[in-house]
Nanobody, 128 residues
Framework: VQLQASGGGSVQTGDSLRLSCVFS????????MGWFRQAPGKEREFVAG????????SYPGFVRDRFTIIRDNARSMVFLQMNNLEPEDTAVYYC??????????????????????WGQGTQVTVSS
């Protein structure tokens, strides 16, 4: 499995960005997908996750309805739409694939250790 993330950049507070991630190598629809981020000196943290079909999504509290994760199984892609960005959102953003998720899980998983494959990351910088 390979993941290629893109779409990061430098923006101002309140701006929007849309991150993209292309999945290849195996059946995309068999993986739950997630976005994580890591700021300098901090641990990698969960930002958003989506189940196989997109029916189940999950976000941490700090997202506050600003971020939306969307998957397109026909194109083997997952997106992270980020609105109303804040300086605290500055980080390297990673897409990740969870091959262990199944519909018996009613929630998308959120731990770094639960994801099997990772993209290379894309930098998001938000200035005030």
């Amino acid at each position: 499995v390979q993941l290629q993330a893109s779409g990061g950049g430098s923006v101002q507070t309140g701006d929007s960005l849309r991150l993209s991630c292309v999945f290849s190598g195996q059946s995309f629809s068999s993986y739950a997908m997630g976005w994580f981020r890591q700021a300098p000196g901090k641990e990698r943290e969960f930002v958003a996750g989506v189940s196989w079909t997109g029916a189940i999504t999950s976000y941490p509290g700090f997202v506050r309805d600003r971020f939306t994760i969307i998957r397109d199984n026909a194109r083997s892609m997952v997106f992270l739409q980020m609105n109303n960005l804040e300086p605290e959102d500055t980080a390297v953003y990673y897409c990740a694939a969870d091959g262990g998720w199944s519909p018996v899980n009613t929630r998308v998983r959120k731990l770094v250790s639960e994801y099997d494959y990772w993209g290379q990351g894309t930098q998001v910088t938000v200035s005030s």
